[in-house]
């Protein structure tokens, strides 16, 4: 191996410009590997964050009342009345046990109780109608990191305290410490102190959440000692769909994965990841037609020199093996080039504008799997497109190129 490299050595100095030209163009390519990659990657965790970062992987509740036909012949044209029964807020049972069981769910690293329904926030002349989710502080801090998100008061949820959005305390004219009475659907009211103010980072949402005890939600929503939802957080979020089927199939319950919740986003998601793969095999198949077609007038140049090692007895294989080793060095040289050209794009769009908030636009996720794995792409595919040229050079006829 060691005559075999050393020839393939020189050959590649000796067509200096040539060799220049193609590490040029492999460096190329695996930059743009690297950058685009990193750029959407990175895009995708931001979408990913800013989306699923307010909201539960998984959200497990009890199957809606199902509708129900009334009246009317069913034989007739029209058909019998279908009824649609108003939907109830409806406890969770035994939801320790089944909570305890989705815990145990491999995968999940987080589940927490929760008691969500409507209700009108009213503050004076103002009313607007909200979310109320009743929920432990601590406990759900797991799902959805509430304390970061706080930019008044406190996250303080006890007894008659509340926190609400930034938005809704912005309609109601209400700040930290003001009082905000809650009526439900039944009439029964209660009143709160309104011990922090929290920016979900979605309008909506800013607009329509309070959050209260869990304790005082099951009062308020006549739920005592039950809750209406159980939210999980899971590891891997795309294995959500799976995890959500084998609750639903393990409890009875309703099990909502945010894969089925957001359809859109996920969408969008698996098209960025599409996109990055094709251009990603296009840019990999223009590497190695610039390899082979180097390596193929190489051995043009070339031939008389594989003739007179043939006629000194370098055998075929060798002579395989040469060209072979010149893609494989042209590969892995280029590719270290294209980690440092990969590595300064993604630092430059990085850093090339920024948010109001101070985060980057262009967020650019560079990790060492990634150049490990371009590397390894940029060298395969080098030693892949020198099989032809290597073959071609290793079924060379000796007397027919020296006479040439």
């Not at 891997?236 to 995890?243: D, H, L, P, V, W």
């Not at 840019?283 to 190489?298: D, F, K, N, Y």
């Not at 940029?378 to 032809?388: D, E, S, Y």
Request: net charge positive; aromatic share 4%.
């Amino acid at each position: 191996m060691i005559f075999e490299w050393h020839v393939a050595r020189r050959f590649l100095r000796e067509g200096r410009t040539q060799t220049t030209l193609i590490l040029t163009g492999v460096a190329v390519g695996v930059g743009t590997i690297i950058f685009l990659s990193a750029l959407i990657t990175g895009l995708q965790e931001s979408i990913i964050e800013r989306t699923l970062g307010n909201q539960a992987h998984i959200v497990v509740r009890p199957a809606e009342d199902v509708p129900r036909a009334v009246g009317g012949n069913p034989e007739a044209a029209g058909g019998p009345r279908v009824i649609r029964p108003p939907q109830k807020i409806r406890a969770v049972q035994r939801w320790q046990q089944v909570a305890a069981a989705l815990a145990a769910e491999p995968g999940v690293i987080a589940v927490a109780p929760t008691v969500n329904g409507p209700a009108f926030a009213l503050r004076g002349d103002g009313t607007k109608a909200v979310a109320i989710r009743g929920l432990d502080p601590k406990g759900y801090s797991a799902i959805v990191d509430l304390e970061q998100r706080i930019v008044a008061g406190t996250l303080g949820i006890t007894g008659f305290q509340a926190v609400i959005g930034v938005e809704l305390a912005k309609n109601l004219g209400i700040v930290v410490g003001d009082k905000l009475r809650l009526l439900v659907g039944d009439g029964t009211t209660a009143i709160y102190t309104v011990n922090g103010l929290i920016d979900i980072g979605n309008k909506d949402l800013n607009e329509r959440w309070v959050l209260i005890p869990l304790r005082a939600a099951q009062t308020l929503f006549g739920l005592e000692g039950g809750v209406s939802t159980i939210e999980v957080k899971v590891n891997e979020i795309f294995t959500a769909q799976a995890i959500a089927a084998r609750m639903s199939q393990t409890t009875g319950l309703d099990a909502e994965s945010w894969m089925t919740s957001n359809g859109q986003l996920l969408v969008g998601l698996r098209s960025q990841a599409s996109s990055s793969i094709m251009i990603q095999t296009f840019v990999v198949l223009a590497v190695a037609l610039g390899i082979a077609s180097v390596l193929a007038v190489s051995v043009v140049q070339k031939s008389k020199e594989i003739g007179i090692m043939m006629a000194f007895g370098t055998s075929r294989a060798k002579i395989l093996r040469i060209f072979l080793l010149q893609g494989g060095a042209v590969g892995l040289v280029g590719s270290l080039g294209g980690v440092l050209l990969g590595v300064g794009l993604g630092a430059f769009f990085a850093g090339l504008v920024r948010n109001p908030d101070g985060s980057s636009t262009f967020p650019v996720e560079l990790r060492g799997a990634l150049y490990l794995r371009a590397a390894a792409v940029a060298t395969i595919t080098g030693l892949l497109a020198a099989v032809i040229p290597a073959r071609r050079a290793a079924s060379l006829d000796p007397a027919v190129t020296i006479r040439g």
